[in-house]
């Protein structure tokens, strides 16, 4: 049976049939998962020059404050969020979570301080709900506007700050996490360094009918490529980054995660605005008291990776199942297989030996310190 629902095309869907990509659906749209150079090239590509990725299919979200104080947008999003926004200084951004009222995560989206509102990224699969949820909560006091007449596109990679500032030299005084409005082919475009690569890199909103002339000049480069989401996944997975649905979801608190670093000290106990989002009484006394369980780096004995959903046991023999692989694959980067999963606090100290099942057998896997490169980001 195959799905009648047709699929999204993003602004750059010609640029990529053109480019020779192959095309598989995700999140409902028509997306490249690599490009004829391989997932294999393009993931070393990336880590050594500069890939653009095509991530349109993300969803793009301005929340206006209708008093037009900046604040009152910002306290609003905070009761959705276990984020200090009211912190967020103009012209930076910062990754958080939606949570819900059991402390699961609905979904995690970088936000932005534009000055005369909040710039909101969301994950491409959750966006609908998304914006149901901030227009169900944030409505009286927010305007809430999903942006279909943008793209998004990813530059990512050490020689990043080179290909761009060729286009715009001004991107050399941007540290990690800066967001400014550039001129890029004459045309505004809002550019947040960032990314999900682990390496340094820049994502630009660009409207949707310039896209594919600023990915043509960025690709005009010698050392940019096109990269599909084969390589994405395999980059964010050796930087140790969550995937929503996979690493994620409404069944993993921020904490068990271990994504509490991105919970500032104004939300937590004894802060200037402590708890007054969903499910805080939950992950506030997991700050303070820990959890059973967490998100840990996986690295497996010998080539064969460990997947996605792989059983975890404490012993060779499969008796004692403790846990699951979340993702997992193969880390070029890192010269062999990769993996995240969650584990019992007990078992969860790096050099721990624990064994995943593949195809009936029991594979030695070692605990290990998260991510599995050295990030690039400049700081």
């Known amino acids: 049976m195959t799905d009648p629902t047709p699929l999204h095309h993003t602004p750059l869907h010609d640029l990529h049939l053109a480019l020779g990509a192959r095309m598989v659906p995700f999140a409902g749209y028509d997306m490249p998962v690599q490009y004829p150079a391989g997932v294999l090239k393009e993931h070393l590509h990336t880590r050594a020059n500069a890939g653009l990725f095509d991530v349109s299919h993300m969803g793009q979200v301005v929340v206006t404050p209708k008093s037009g104080r900046l604040e009152d947008a910002a306290r609003a999003l905070e009761s959705l969020v276990p984020v200090d926004i009211l912190g967020l200084k103009e012209g930076r951004q910062r990754y958080g979570f939606f949570t819900d009222e059991t402390g699961g995560i609905l979904d995690d989206l970088m936000i932005t301080n534009r000055g005369t509102h909040l710039f909101v990224v969301v994950n491409a699969a959750c966006k609908q709900a998304d914006l149901a949820h901030m227009q169900a909560h944030l409505s009286e006091t927010c305007t809430i506007e999903l942006l279909d007449d943008r793209a998004l596109l990813a530059l990512q990679g050490p020689g990043t700050e080179q290909v761009l500032g060729e286009l715009f030299a001004g ?59 084969g390589a994405r996944d395999s980059l964010r997975l050796e930087a140790g980054l969550c995937l929503y649905g996979n690493d994620i979801d409404a069944t993993t608190s921020p904490i068990e995660a271990s994504l509490e670093w991105a919970i500032q000290k104004a939300r937590r106990t004894g802060g200037e605005r402590e708890g007054g989002f969903p499910g805080a009484e939950r992950i506030l006394r997991e ?28 012993d060779a023999e499969g008796r004692t199942e403790i846990g699951e692989v979340t993702s997992g694959g193969f880390g070029p980067t890192a010269e062999g297989p990769v993996a995240m999963g969650y584990v019992p606090i007990s078992h969860a100290a790096p050099g721990t030996q624990i064994f995943a099942e593949v195809r009936g057998k029991y594979l030695p896997v070692t605990v290990a310190t998260l991510p599995f490169i050295t990030p690039t980001y400049k700081r």
């Open 171 to 229: 991107v050399s005084g941007m540290k990690f996490m800066d967001v400014r409005e550039i001129p890029l082919l004459d045309c505004a475009c809002i550019v947040s360094r960032s990314g999900y690569s682990g390496e340094d890199g820049f994502e630009i909103s660009v409207p949707a009918e310039k896209a594919e002339a600023l990915a043509k000049a960025l690709l005009e480069h010698p050392d940019c490529e096109p990269i599909g989401l």
């Open 287 to 314: 700050l303070q008291n820990g959890t059973a369980r967490r998100r840990v780096g996986l690295k497996p004995e010998g080539k064969a990776p460990v997947r996605g959903h792989a059983k975890l046991y404490a």
